[in-house]
C-alpha cells in the first residue's frame, strides 16, 4: 500500500475543518503552480464551480509578465472576487489547501477581500 505524502495530509487536515465550520458557504480555493496561480469559488453541496479565474487566461496573461508573482496573485483574487460578486456570492470561506498562507496564497486572500467576499 502507498502511503500517503504529508502534502495529501495537509490538505485534507484542512478541508476537514472547513467543512466543519463553514458547511453552508461557499469555498474559495486556491491552487499554485510553479507559473501560474488558479481560484477556484465551489458549491460543495451542488458540487460544482460557480466561478474561477487564474493567470492561464489570456486577458490576465497580457496584464501581468508573471504568473508566478504576487501582483499576478492579486490580479486573480480581484478577478474572482468580481466574478463572486457577479453570481451575489458575498460570503466564503478561504481553502488555502496544503499551502502556508503566505506570499502569493496570502496576497490572493487580500485582494479577495478588498474586492468585496468575506471571510
Given at each position: 500500500?502507498?502511503?500517503?505524502s504529508?502534502e495529501l495530509?495537509?490538505?485534507?487536515?484542512?478541508r476537514t475543518?472547513?467543512?466543519?465550520?463553514?458547511a453552508?458557504?461557499i469555498?474559495?480555493?486556491v491552487?499554485?503552480?510553479g507559473?501560474?496561480?488558479?481560484?477556484?469559488?465551489?458549491d460543495?453541496?451542488?458540487g460544482?464551480t460557480?466561478?474561477c479565474?487564474s493567470?492561464?487566461?489570456?486577458?490576465?496573461?497580457?496584464?501581468i509578465?508573471n504568473?508566478?508573482?504576487?501582483?499576478a496573485?492579486?490580479?486573480?483574487?480581484a478577478?474572482?472576487a468580481?466574478?463572486?460578486?457577479?453570481?451575489?456570492?458575498?460570503?466564503?470561506?478561504?481553502?488555502?489547501?496544503a499551502y502556508?498562507?503566505?506570499?502569493?496564497?496570502?496576497?490572493l486572500?487580500e485582494?479577495?477581500?478588498?474586492?468585496?467576499?468575506?471571510f
Open positions: 500500500m502507498k502511503p500517503i504529508a495530509r495537509r490538505k485534507m487536515r484542512v475543518r472547513i467543512r466543519k465550520q463553514a453552508d458557504r469555498r474559495l480555493t491552487f499554485r503552480s507559473q501560474h496561480i488558479y481560484a477556484q469559488l465551489i460543495d453541496r451542488a460544482k460557480l466561478a479565474a493567470t492561464a487566461e489570456k486577458d490576465l496573461r497580457e496584464k509578465k504568473g508566478a508573482s504576487v501582483q496573485a492579486k490580479a486573480v483574487g478577478l474572482v468580481k466574478r463572486g460578486k457577479e453570481l451575489k456570492v458575498e460570503r466564503v470561506v478561504f481553502d488555502r489547501g502556508l498562507f503566505h506570499g502569493r496564497v496570502k496576497a486572500a485582494a479577495a477581500r478588498e474586492a468585496g467576499l468575506q
